[in-house]
T-cell receptor
Framework: QKEVEQDPGPLSVPEGAIVSLNCTYSNSAFQYFMWYRQYSRKGPELLMYTYSSGNKEDGRFTAQVDKSSKYISLFIRDSQPSDSATYLCAMTPGRQGAQKLVFGQGTRLTINP | DTAVSQTPKYLVTQMGNDKSIKCEQNLGHDTMYWYKQDSKKFLKIMFSYNNKELIINETVPNRFSPKSPDKAHLNLHINSLELGDSAVYFC???????????????FGPGTRLTVT
């Protein structure tokens, strides 16, 4: 079993839809949770991060962490064609001390106009 | 102005050859990384350097050797290339003042390596 599981998709939705992307994990030591967005043929870029459990909102994006269920989500409201990309979740036990980021496989998302 | 740059962008070579990929960051970050992304998009860390010191060395064949001449550069040399080395290799950097891993990592554009 991988430390971080993410459905690779592909996921295709119409413009304006609400998108839900999810990851599950097995390591209870993870404390920092990130979502990276990767456009085709580009490097990943950090979209959002959350520390421990709870919600965080940034414009049309909301990140949720449920540590009791070891489950994290990214919601995209009013999705746009420019949101079409691969979304990778990532997590790490802590901010300090040579601890690596563990990435999910990434979910490929297409928003259709 | 490119923050993290890699050269070359594409690399096609034959099995058994030796090749290098160069990475430079102009963000003033302390920590740099090499990642490998396979055909299924799994992104896995290979190495991490903090201020020219190796701090993470995952289970990577000895044929892969990173070199950090200064904290703005991290190069990757690969000996005796194999078919399974075909992947996209990403360099990344982050700001960390305490020698650890920072969650906000800035990635380069990637080097697409194809071994034939």
């Amino acid at each position: 079993q991988k430390e971080v599981e993410q459905d690779p998709g592909p996921l295709s939705v119409p413009e304006g839809a609400i998108v839900s992307l999810n990851c599950t994990y097995s390591n209870s030591a993870f404390q920092y949770f990130m979502w990276y967005r990767q456009y085709s043929r580009k490097g990943p870029e950090l979209l959002m991060y959350t520390y421990s459990s709870g919600n965080k909102e940034d414009g049309r994006f909301t990140a949720q962490v449920d540590k009791s269920s070891k489950y994290i989500s990214l919601f995209i409201r009013d999705s746009q064609p420019s949101d079409s990309a691969t979304y990778l979740c990532a997590m790490t036990p802590g901010r300090q001390g040579a601890q690596k980021l563990v990435f999910g496989q990434g979910t490929r998302l297409t928003i259709n106009p | 102005d490119t923050a993290v740059s890699q050269t070359p962008k594409y690399l096609v070579t034959q099995m058994g050859n030796d090749k290098s990929i160069k990475c430079e960051q102009n963000l003033g970050h302390d920590t740099m990384y090499w990642y490998k992304q396979d055909s299924k998009k799994f992104l896995k860390i290979m190495f991490s350097y903090n201020n020219k010191e190796l701090i993470i060395n995952e289970t990577v064949p000895n044929r892969f050797s990173p070199k950090s001449p200064d904290k703005a550069h991290l190069n990757l040399h690969i000996n005796s290339l194999e078919l399974g080395d075909s992947a996209v290799y990403f360099c990344a950097s982050s700001q960390d003042g305490n020698g650890g891993i920072d969650y906000e990592q800035y990635f380069g554009p990637g080097t697409r390596l194809t071994v034939t």
